[in-house]
């Protein structure tokens, strides 16, 4: 039986308990949760409450999930594209469009369906909806990954990752013109006090968030930008570019209308991101080893159309 965690903080108080952990919680629905509540899989302060609760400040919520409760997650025979593989890890090189690891809805054509079909085995620290996951990218984010074959590598790589040690650098195409070529974001992300399903700088429910930048060229409109990840969080270049109002190209979400564009006379499908460099520690050897990803031909038409 798998066991999941929450504290409600201030920006979470009296939303309905099956909606909070839903938020909390990007693997499980909101009617499934419902289903585990009704079965008695929660508690509240150690004590059992209905769907309806409105959870309060500091509240202790335990989820239960029994094991044949848990969507079966099935090999699916979908390419791959590897850059790296050995017998602790592989470095794919994820196309836009693809979805990570499966959740509400992608239970199929995921990352991981293909990494169960090309694996015999995979590290299981993350679960059965995530065996191999270090990390991850957005759905319609290209490049490179790190997965893990087993505990040992990573473990490894989670630890490299908590302490900032890995090399991720980014490009994007960003809504606006930059004076000063170089800059740092420095601003907590949480979640978003006016939707919740959305991330935000959030200085007092937030946690630590760094985006170093370099401007690489500069358009009539755009620019076209370098992104280095000291931290990690959930669509945190996406957040912290809108938040010097410099959206990424393409992000409705975070961008609204200033960032529709359109490429041979159809929307972009979600932001111009691409995570060009990956750079890590191998967990056996203790080499340090370093992985680049050209440009999608998308985002290289994209630049030849900025020109």
Known sequence: MKQL???VNESSIDLRIDRFIAEESEDLSRSYIQKLISEGNLLVNG???KSN?????????CLFIPDNLQPEILPENI???V???DSDLLVINKPKGMVVHPAAGHYSG???NALMYHCEDLSGINGVLRPGIVHRIDKDTSGLLVCAKN???HSSLSEQLKDHSITRRYQAIVCGTFKEMTGTVDAPIGRSSNDRKLMAVNAKNGKNAVTHYTVLKNFSKYSHVECRLETGRTHQIRVHMKSINHPLLGDVVYGGKLSEYKLDGKPLEGQTLHAGILGFVHPRTGKYMEFESPLPE???RLLETLK
């Open 79 to 81: 390419p791959l594209e």
């Open 47 to 49: 004590k059992s409450v």
């Open 298 to 300: 998308y985002f290289t």
């Open 5 to 7: 965690v929450f504290n």
């Open 151 to 153: 505990d040992f590598a």
């Open 110 to 112: 995921t990352l991981v």
């Open 53 to 61: 609760y409105k959870v309060r400040y500091d509240d202790d919520i």
């Open 83 to 85: 850059e790296y593989e």
